[in-house]
Every structure is written in C-alpha cells, then in structure tokens.
C-alpha cells in the first residue's frame, strides 16, 4: 500500500508520508478535530468554516484570515486565488510572514514549507497549525504526545529507499508548560506579579500561596508565611502552608513532597500548579 504513494513523489526529492494505519489513529483523529474547531471558533467573526485540514486549507484563504485575526497582520494579497500559480504565490507571502512571527527563519528547524501545503500535505499542514497554537495561544489544551509513524521516502535514479520513523506532532510536556504558564500570569497580573521562570518563582513558596488565594478566593494573612524568606527553613514552611491549603480545599497532593518544591524540582512544581490549572481554567 505504501508504493502507491511513490508515484506522487519526483525523481531527487524526498518526502514524509503518514502510514495509512497511522491516518487512523485516535488520538491523531482528535488532535486533527480539535485544530479544526480552533480554527473554526478563531475565524467564526469572519463567517469562514473548515471541515478538513487536508482539503481547507491549501489555497492559503485560511492561513491568509487566521495570520490576520491571530497576529493582526493584514497582506495585500487576494482574497480568493483561484489557479494554482496565485494560490502558490499568495501562500509565500502568508508562510514567509507565518515563519517571521512564529521566529522560525532557521529553514533546518521548519517542517512546512508553500509546496508541501499547496500539496494538502497533511503532516506538514498539522505542523504548521500546532505551531501557530503555541505561538499565538498557548492556553489551548491540545492532546499531548501525539506521534505518527511515517515513511520518508527518497527517489533517485538507482531507485527508491524508505525509512519508517516515528514523528512528534505534539509533546508530552510542553503543551503544558506554555498553558500553565499562561494561565497563572493571567492570574498574577491582577498583582503586578509575573513568572517567567516557574521551577526557581515557586521555590520559596510566596507566589504559590498569593496564587493560590488569587484562585480560591480567600486572603492568606501576611502573619501565616513569610513574605521575604531568606533560607530554606522559610521556604518550606511557605510551600507546606501551600500544600495544606490545597489539601484542605479537596487537592489531594499527599503525593508531593514540599522539599522538591523548594529544592526547584519542576516536575513537582508543575504537579502542583496542574492541578490548579485543571480545576481553574474553565472558570
């Protein structure tokens, strides 16, 4: 079945193709929708619906509409291109603008490029969007670890070579991270307080408390914890003050140990923080 996708491929290039057993995984099946309705709730001021990701978005119309209403970027391109050179023409002005705002001018880190989309190529189009996602909102619960099997496939004059590799299309952690991040800056903001650095900001326990009472709704006075810990003493009372308010309120986070926190450990850090986010973010 793979050798049916040869024939789409020229002499001296080389291509990545999704394994058909692959096209009907779950899991890829649902990060394919939850694009879908990204894009179709980001432009739905503008009347423009997407049912496919391989058949919608090719001619550049949506990537034109989605730069405008994500990055305010608004190009003197036309609206609907209708043969194939205007549809090529106008995607390299929208990915050239795209690769400049998602800061992607290094072309060895960049895994679309305007043939690949002109094409309805699918792994690079999923690509780009997952991109555009965590650049422009990176509060969007995309499902994580979504992996693909593909065929990369080169033809050269000797003949044909394949190699099946397993790419990445979204990361375990990472979707986490930036929406975490994103959701207690939102909550901070109120306070003059930003994070930037999440394992080191929470480690002596102030923020985590501040945000803690920013998101309950219930004042942590200044005589419970020390607003100015200067060891680690300080610290731990701060986080173990932290924990038990959590644990008080129905977090049960009997699994984490509040030295890790002081001791930077951001897996514990964003343990913590997760849950916060999961029971907060749609309030």
């Not at 607003?227 to 309120?249: I, K, Y």
Request: proline fraction near 3%; glycine fraction near 4%.
């Amino acid at each position: 079945m793979i050798n049916a996708f040869f024939i789409y491929i020229l002499t001296g290039e080389k291509r990545k193709l999704i394994q058909p057993t692959s096209l009907k995984d779950p899991k890829l099946e649902k990060l394919k929708q939850e694009l879908v309705d990204w894009i179709n709730k980001t432009l739905k001021p503008e009347h423009i619906v997407v049912q496919s990701l391989e058949e919608d978005l090719y001619d550049g119309l949506v990537l034109h509409h989605l730069l405008s209403q994500l990055a305010g970027v608004h190009l003197t391109v036309e609206e609907i291109a209708l043969t194939s050179t205007a549809q090529i023409r106008k995607l390299e002005m929208i990915i050239e603008e795209l690769d400049k705002r998602l800061g992607l001018q290094d072309c060895s880190h960049i895994k679309w490029n305007v043939k690949l989309i002109h094409n309805k190529d699918l792994l690079a189009t999923i690509h780009l969007l997952v991109a555009m996602v965590r650049r422009f909102q990176p509060e969007l619960d995309l499902p994580p670890n979504v992996k693909v099997e593909v065929v990369v496939v080169e033809v050269s004059r000797s003949g044909i070579k394949s190699d099946v590799q397993t790419e990445v299309l979204t990361e375990e952690s990472f979707f986490h991270f930036q929406a975490i991040l994103h959701f207690v800056n939102q909550n901070m903001a109120a306070m003059g307080l930003q994070v930037a650095d999440m394992d080191k900001q929470f480690a002596d326990g102030v923020i985590l408390l501040l945000l803690i009472g920013q998101l309950e709704g219930f004042f942590v006075p200044l005589f419970d914890f020390n607003l100015t810990p200067v060891n680690d003493s300080e610290m731990l009372h701060n986080v173990t003050l932290a924990l038990d308010l959590l644990n008080d309120s129905g977090l049960q986070l009997s699994t984490v140990d509040p030295q890790d926190i002081v001791s930077q450990d951001v897996a514990a850090t964003l343990k913590v923080l997760y849950a916060l986010f999961k029971r907060h973010k749609e309030k």
